[in-house]
Each structure stands twice: as structure tokens, then as C-alpha cells.
């Protein structure tokens, strides 16, 4: 009986243990050749894998462009295989949105293209880049095993490209990380801006300038003409809807910020207020916003100081 | 015979028991119980508020704050501390009776741990606040950022402040910041510096609040004290005064 037992548990571990981690990424195609591979509206977990973050490709008729390349080597291995599985087109050019490590870690796997994003991108990659990767490897876990900071090798200064009959245009902005790559692809209408939109998930704050920088570059993002906004985190969205609520959380939070620091409210009694009902069911809004107190908070109080 | 040892067996049962578990769980409470408040009488008390945010999203500046109003008038001090940080001490601060027992400031962690506040009434008796900070660590063994740019030199001690009236409560709260490095000595040949001493003062040269501070305290302080004043009524007749363990001393009037 005890070994039947024995048996029965080694074989419950195996298949709970062996199970090969793996990210089954879909992609979806939001437009003409336009295919959007979705992460999950969570924060880092082991259950994740990082998997938080949206890429995307576009499969011109000149080869593949690919905006950002995931969180891990995993992940740029399986969204490797998986543009294989929908084009022959080779990979053309590749960008690095920003130096977030969602977004770029994943560029081993195409250590064998040209990877662009913007000088400044390339500067905060380099002097972050592993201690990113290691707070990955805290989070994440073994999804990471092997992924190793691979840095673009081509400072982007282009500001449009024609390929394959797709007119794409390249704009630097800085709210988000401090340095922001946002692509417009006029053939299909389509806004790919990524994290300087987030949409139905909090926004995240670690490297933002000021708050006030970010709203007014969204201001321009809303002027631009485009029928599809793909966010760098939640869902697609058609129109100009996911910036008018970036846009009302940016506003609400300075303003937050701003009159608890002439209240003279601690960092601690800012965590513990309450959202606004209107952000309350955002994807991971109570975290996003204690860490943001944490970014911030400084700022706001130190301009209150006589 | 026997009954007497059952007895004693059953004394010594009842006495171990007396003494409160953990709430937490630390490995360390024992130890650090006995080097902050030694054998004296103690218990957890849920009344002492230690606020802290879940994780410390940034490990060299965690905001704290110590609420021991509920004891206001019985307090002889309050020791703030954390289990598992290389230096477990973070401050101790001596209320005068007149002043709200409610104080904060951002200190530096090295890893996950309990963090207390354990308050001295004048019955002898602790009063053990506690509140567990998640962290990926490594805020103690940093260095400074002052350490990389030559600003503190140049404004080693510059103090800016400002009061606010307390909405909640009749009183004012004092916020400052003051720049120093704040350095543990436990990042590579930076030797420590650090501030050791704050007090405030009122016009009547009484020590209204006194505080002693350790290493991991956060570079360039910001620390706030509650009082019960009128804010109109006050117009400098406040002093901060500070020290730190090199003998600079500094002084700002509020």
C-alpha cells in the first residue's frame, strides 16, 4: 500500500513539476497584416512569467517590423516561432519602445537583426538593464532562466519608413520612461504607442520625468490620426478612449499628490486614501498607485517646503 | 512529592504561556526583544499603529509611521526597530506629554522583516506595536546618493520645514527635511555619518520631543512631529535642533 502510495505522489510531483514552463502566445490580427500578441493585466508573478506586456508585428510586404520583443528569452522564442507561423517574411527591423524590462528582454532571441530604439533608450538599457534583469529573475522566476540583457544596436533617428506598402512614422516622447518611442502606421490607422498608453490597467511611474510632461504629450498622441491605439498594457481599443482615461488618471493622481503634500499629509497616510471611484476597476490600481506614491511623492512635498 | 512537582510543572506551563507569541513570527523577536527591552513586562498591542506600504518599492527611502496616540500622557518612549536588518535600531523617540505620540520618517531595509515600535508606559509596561514590510532589499549596504554628487557638501545640514495644521485633531504637524547622507558604514568604504540626535524645542527651552536616531534612517531626512498647538500662536517660537556623529550641529527655527 505504502508504495502504490510512494508511486502515486512521485508521479503527482512530475506532472506537477515537469509541466515545461510556457507562455502560449496568440496572436490577433486588429488590422490589415497588423497582429497584436496581448499580455495579461497583471503585475509580475511566477504564475505569469512577465507576460504582462502587449507586441506586436506588422507583416509588410517587404518583411516583418516587430515592436518590442517581451520579457524574457522565453518569450522571444515562442513570439519568434509564433511570426513563423503566420509569414514566411523574414524579420526586417525590430524596436525596443523603451527600457523597461517587459518590453526588451526577449531580444537575444534576435540578436541576429537589426534592433533600433531611440539614443536615449539605448543609454538607460545599458546602465539598468541587469539590475532590471535580476529583479526579473526575483519576480518571475525560472521563466527567465538564461535571458541576458541584449541591447539594440541601432540608434533610432529615422523618422519615417516606407516597407511593403506600410507608411510608418516614429515619434520620441518622454513621459512614460524618459525616453518613449510611439509608431503610427498610416496605412492602416493604427496608434501602436506603448507605455505611454495603458488602458484598463494602472499605469506604472518609475522613470517619469513629471506627471505634468506625460499629459501634455498625450495631448498630441489624441491629435494624430488614427482609427486602432494598441497600449503598451490591457486591450485594443478603437478611437481615442483609452488616452481620455490615461488622461484623467494622470490629472487626478498630480492633483492627489499635490493636495496631500500642502496637507501635509506622510508618504503613509497618502497610501492609505482612498481611490477615485472612477480608477477603481482598473487592472491593479491599488498597487500602481501605492508605488506611485512611492515615485512621486517626494517631488510634491519638497515643492512644499518654505 | 509528586503533586508539588505537578505543580510546579504547572506554574512554569502557565508562565510560558504568559508570555505573548509573535504575531509575526519573526526569527529574531526573541533576540531583539532582549536587547531593546531586556526581561521588563511586555505585550502586543494592536492599539500602536505601525504604518508601512506592503513592499518597499524603493528600499533606501520605506516610509514609516509610529501612532501611539492611544497611550498619549502614559509614554516614557517609544523604540522603533527592524528584525532582520543588519542594523536593527531605527529610532527612539522621547514625547513630551504635551505632543501627540505620532511620528514619521523613511528608513532604509535590507531585506523582508517585522518592523516594531515598542512603547515604554510609565507603569513599566511595553506596549509592542508590529508590522511585517516585504522587500528585494539591499537599502543598508547601498550607498548614499549623496556619495556620488558633491550637493551635500555644500548643504550639509540645510534644514526646510513648514507646519501644518492637523485637521483631524486641535494641532499643528512640524514637517522637515534636512540634507545628509545618512551613511550606515555598511556600504564599501563609506565610512558611517549619520544624524544621532533631534530635538525640538519651545520657547520655554522644554524638550517637547526628542528623538535618537540610527543608521538607517533615510538619507536626507524627512521627518514630522504632531503637537497639540495653535498654529496661529506659534510664529518661531519653535527650535529644531540636531547633531550628528561627526559633532556638526544644526539648528533651524520653525
Known amino acids: 500500500m505504502k508504495s502504490y502510495l510512494a508511486v502515486f505522489l512521485m508521479l503527482l510531483c512530475e506532472s506537477l513539476y515537469s509541466a515545461p514552463l510556457q507562455y502560449n502566445l496568440t496572436a490577433h490580427e486588429i488590422a490589415l497584416n497588423t497582429w497584436v500578441v496581448e499580455g495579461k493585466r497583471e503585475d509580475f508573478s511566477r504564475a505569469n512569467g512577465g507576460n504582462i506586456v502587449n507586441t506586436a508585428f506588422i507583416v509588410t510586404g517587404e518583411g516583418v517590423v516587430l515592436l518590442d520583443t517581451g520579457p524574457s528569452l522565453k518569450y522571444g522564442r515562442e513570439l519568434r516561432t509564433l511570426i513563423g507561423t503566420i509569414t514566411d517574411q523574414p524579420i526586417q527591423y525590430i524596436f525596443n519602445t523603451h527600457h523597461h524590462p517587459d518590453h526588451f528582454l526577449g531580444n537575444q532571441t534576435f540578436h541576429d537583426r537589426p534592433i533600433y530604439a531611440l539614443p536615449k533608450t539605448g543609454k538607460l538599457m545599458a546602465e539598468h538593464g541587469s539590475a532590471f534583469a535580476e529583479n526579473m529573475y526575483r519576480l518571475v522566476g525560472d521563466w527567465m532562466r538564461s535571458t541576458e540583457v541584449h541591447l539594440p544596436d541601432q540608434p533610432l533617428t529615422l523618422e519615417r519608413l516606407d516597407l511593403g506598402g506600410h507608411r510608418l512614422r516614429f515619434m520620441s516622447m518622454t513621459g512614460h520612461a524618459g525616453a518613449d518611442l510611439v509608431v503610427l502606421d498610416e496605412t492602416t490607422a493604427v496608434l501602436f504607442t506603448a507605455d505611454m498608453v495603458f488602458y484598463q490597467r494602472a499605469l506604472t511611474t518609475p522613470h517619469t520625468p513629471d506627471l505634468k510632461q506625460w499629459i501634455t504629450e498625450l495631448a498630441h498622441l489624441e491629435k494624430l490620426e488614427f482609427k486602432w491605439l494598441v497600449p503598451g498594457h490591457g486591450p485594443v481599443s478603437e478611437g481615442t478612449e483609452a488616452i481620455v482615461q490615461m488622461r484623467d488618471y494622470l490629472i487626478w493622481l498630480d492633483k492627489r499628490l499635490r493636495q496631500a503634500a500642502e496637507q501635509g499629509l506622510t508618504m503613509n497616510e497618502v497610501i492609505q486614501l482612498p481611490l477615485d471611484s472612477r480608477f477603481v476597476g482598473l487592472a491593479v490600481a491599488r498597487k500602481e498607485y501605492i508605488r506611485s506614491v512611492a515615485h512621486l511623492y517626494e517631488r510634491y512635498e519638497n515643492a512644499m517646503f518654505e | ?254
Open chain 2, 1 to 254: 512529592m509528586v503533586r508539588l512537582i505537578f505543580l510546579t510543572l504547572l506554574v512554569a506551563a502557565s508562565i510560558v504561556r504568559a508570555a505573548d507569541p509573535d504575531p509575526l513570527q519573526s526569527p529574531m523577536w526573541d533576540y531583539t526583544r532582549e536587547q531593546f527591552i531586556g526581561s521588563a513586562p511586555y505585550r502586543f498591542d494592536e492599539r500602536i499603529v505601525v504604518s508601512l506600504p506592503a513592499f518597499a518599492e524603493n528600499p533606501t527611502q520605506v516610509p514609516l509611521q509610529i501612532d501611539a496616540t492611544v497611550l498619549a500622557g502614559d509614554i516614557e518612549r517609544i523604540i522603533v526597530w527592524a528584525d532582520l536588518n543588519p542594523i536593527q535600531h531605527i529610532f527612539t523617540y522621547f514625547p513630551h506629554p504635551d505632543v501627540i505620540p505620532k511620528i514619521s520618517l523613511r528608513f532604509k531595509v535590507q531585506q523582508g522583516t517585522a518592523v516594531r515600535a515598542a512603547v515604554l508606559t510609565q507603569s513599566g509596561v511595553w506596549h509592542v506595536g508590529s508590522a511585517y514590510l516585504d522587500a528585494a532589499g539591499g537599502g543598508c549596504t547601498t550607498p548614499s546618493t549623496g556619495n556620488a554628487s558633491p550637493y551635500w557638501e555644500s548643504h550639509l545640514g540645510e534644514t526646510r520645514s513648514r507646519a501644518f495644521p492637523l485637521s483631524s485633531e486641535e494641532g499643528i504637524r512640524f514637517k522637515f527635511k534636512v540634507i545628509h547622507p545618512m551613511d550606515t558604514g555598511l556600504a564599501d568604504a563609506i565610512p558611517e555619518f549619520y544624524i544621532q540626535q533631534v530635538i525640538l524645542r519651545n520657547s520655554r527651552e522644554e524638550n517637547l520631543a526628542r528623538l535618537e536616531l540610527s543608521q538607517p534612517v533615510a538619507e536626507n531626512p524627512v521627518i514630522s512631529f504632531d503637537l497639540k498647538d495653535d498654529l496661529s500662536a506659534r510664529a518661531g517660537e519653535y527650535l529644531l535642533w540636531m547633531r550628528d556623529n561627526n559633532g556638526n550641529e544644526f539648528e533651524k527655527a520653525l
